[in-house]
């Protein structure tokens, strides 16, 4: 009795077919729901094996193909088909999980068709989780997708996440009735409070940087749309999150630090939009934050004497005033509101400035910035090569040298700034000599009689020495076109240079050669260049040469070669009389003006 019993219990304890389905299939969902989508794979594979009905065989059939993809992305586009095929000709639970997979896929459309299936799912609690989870997955969800997230989301953590995605969107349209929509869910966002979801932060953080930039849309009687920042709103939302948040608890934090001192810190900047010439208008452009009065000052310099120039560092900010007074001091109401509003405005400055460099400063609070103002005629031209400047100082209106005008160059070298000094001659000219080795930054500085002041900031090229000298020339004719039994004029200008010199090859040889548009050559001979390194000469055009274009190539005397410039020289055409004629007569004596109607009698034969 024994024995038999043990055959039952044992008999009794074998799973049947839906036994082991059901437990395979819990196994499965577990591993899938804890994205182990390689040992669910498994599992439903090992179901595939059983018999099973139509409806669990087609559910079978999904999972085989979704978790195929998710867990090797080498299986892709079999399981695409698979997927495509079970949503084919049907509309059912599985249609719609083969829909939100193909939608993982990045297929927009397939999410769209899975949600619409959910929204009409009797199964409420079920369909409102599976609605939201796709909704918050979808990259771009449709305004009505999320309309619908936030009426169904029953906690305020999805209702406020719907409403954060929906802002965002709302908020990328500079028109005025979606941007007010999206301040209106951002507002409800932080109603709801710190506790009651993770898009406090984010709100407040959004918010205050699109009332900052663009600000609050705002419709003007003609119709037109501008936005005005609220930077009040904006600063109160910022310290909020500064107060209610740690800088551990937000990736916030430092950003919005550095934003609620930008808007709440006094600032002013002054500058010059350009060069004064001696009896223009001057004019200063101030700009300020959260000041009320701005005290400024004009302090004459001399260019030359008082600038100390360092790497790294503008140069106007190495001027000394050092020994200078100012020659002006005044202060500017700025009316500011309190509103944390930066604003500007054009200051004339009266009465006018003598010739000369000044320096202005403003300061507000604890703050400062100063300009270079420059009133001048001078102007300083410079080439500089093979540790070479080579300077003109002239009037900048006429272009007449200034004789007298000192000059002192700083240039760059490493990490140091140095500078030598140079006067300008009776043509106004001077040369300075500096490393032709280190390249960086080239500062001149002019001061001429009368306080005719004048600066240019350019960049010297350093080691750039050549080994063999490099030709550079010019070729032109008398006119770009011929015709046939005319005689081309042509000429060109040579220059060499060696060492990032320009040197002219005075008395020097250069061979060429002519070529026409079939590439046959129709001259050719060796060019000796005159002492300003040119050279001319004449082509007779012959009634059996073709039509079109004529280049020339030039190479070196010592090795023909090698070629050292080309360029196209002119165009062989044939005019023919034109076959017709057109004659265009008005009434004799009769003027029209812009706006008549002119009338014409036209002839032609």
């Known amino acids: 009795m024994r024995t038999i019993a043990l055959a039952i219990a044992l008999l009794t304890l074998s799973p049947t077919p839906e036994q082991s389905y059901e437990s395979l299939k819990r196994q499965a969902e577990s591993s899938y729901s804890e994205k182990s989508y390689g040992r669910a794979h498994e599992l439903y594979e090992q179901i595939a094996a059983l018999s099973l009905p139509a409806e669990e065989k087609r559910w079978v059939d999904f999972r085989l193909a979704d978790t195929a993809w998710r867990a090797d992305a080498s299986n892709r586009d079999a399981a695409r088909k698979q997927l495509e095929e079970l949503i084919r000709d049907y509309h059912d639970r599985v249609s719609a999980e083969a829909e939100e997979s193909l939608g993982d896929f990045g297929d927009q459309p397939h999410y769209l068709a899975a949600l619409e299936w959910w929204a009409s799912s009797s199964d409420i609690d ?51 009735e979606p941007g007010e929509r999206a301040l209106e869910l951002l507002d409800a ?17 959004i918010e205050a940087a699109r009332l900052t930039q663009p600000g609050r849309p705002e419709v003007n009687e003609d119709g037109s749309v501008t936005f005005k920042p609220d930077y009040t709103k904006a600063l109160e939302l910022y310290r909020r999150l500064l107060t209610e948040f740690t800088a551990s608890e937000t990736r916030f934090y430092q950003q919005a630090q550095r934003a609620a001192e930008q808007i709440d810190e006094p600032s002013v900047t002054v500058g010059t939009a350009m060069t004064f010439l001696p009896q223009s208008e001057q004019q200063l452009l101030l700009a300020w934050r959260n000041v009320r009065q701005v005290s400024l000052s004009l302090t004459p310099v001399d260019l030359v004497d008082d600038v100390r120039l360092s790497v790294n560092r503008n140069w106007t900010d190495g001027i000394t005033t050092s020994g200078h007074a100012p020659i002006r001091r005044w202060t500017y109401d700025t009316n500011d509101r309190g509103d944390h509003a930066p604003s500007n405005a054009q200051i004339r400055i009266t009465p006018k400035l003598a010739p000369g460099a000044y320096v202005v400063e403003a300061s507000a609070s604890d703050k400062s910035s100063r300009q270079l103002v420059l009133v001048t005629d001078a102007n300083i031209v410079m080439h500089q090569a093979g540790g070479r400047s080579d300077l003109f100082v002239c009037d900048a209106e006429t272009g007449q040298p200034i004789a007298g005008a000192r000059l002192r160059v700083w240039q760059q070298r490493d990490r140091d700034m140095t500078s030598i000094h140079a006067v300008t001659d009776a043509n106004g000219f001077a040369t300075a000599r500096n490393s032709s080795e280190s390249g960086g930054m080239l500062f001149v ?80 001979g060796k060019a000796t260049l005159n002492e300003f390194g040119s050279f001319w000469s004449d082509l007779p055009l012959k009634p059996s040469m073709p039509l079109g274009s004529y280049a020339i190539t030039f190479h070196k005397t010592t090795d023909h070669n090698e070629v050292v410039g080309n360029a196209q020289l002119f165009r062989l055409e044939e005019y023919k009389l034109p076959e017709f004629r057109v004659d265009v007569h008005t009434p004799p004596g009769k003027q029209y003006r812009l706006g008549d109607t002119v009338e014409a009698t036209i002839e032609t034969s």
């Open 126 to 176: 079920d369909a409102r989780r599976r609605y939201l989870l796709i909704a918050f997955r979808m990259t771009s969800a449709p305004r009505d997708v999320l309309a619908n997230a936030m009426s169904i989301a029953q906690t305020t953590e999805d209702r406020d996440h719907a409403r954060f995605l929906l802002a965002q969107q709302l908020g990328n349209e500079y028109t005025p």
């Open 189 to 205: 966002i932080i109603a709801d409070g710190k506790q009651a979801s993770e898009w406090y932060d984010d709100a407040l953080m």
């Open 445 to 524: 500085a002019a001061s001429a009689p009368d306080n005719r002041q004048a600066w240019l900031n350019t960049w010297s090229y350093g080691g750039y020495a050549d080994r063999d000298a490099e030709w550079r020339i010019y070729a032109f004719t008398d006119r770009p076109a011929y015709r046939p039994e005319e005689t081309v004029r042509w000429k060109f200008i040579a220059r060499m240079r060696r060492d990032n010199e320009w040197i002219t090859p005075s008395r020097g040889t250069i061979d060429y050669e002519i070529h026409g548009p079939r590439g046959e050559k129709v001259a050719s």
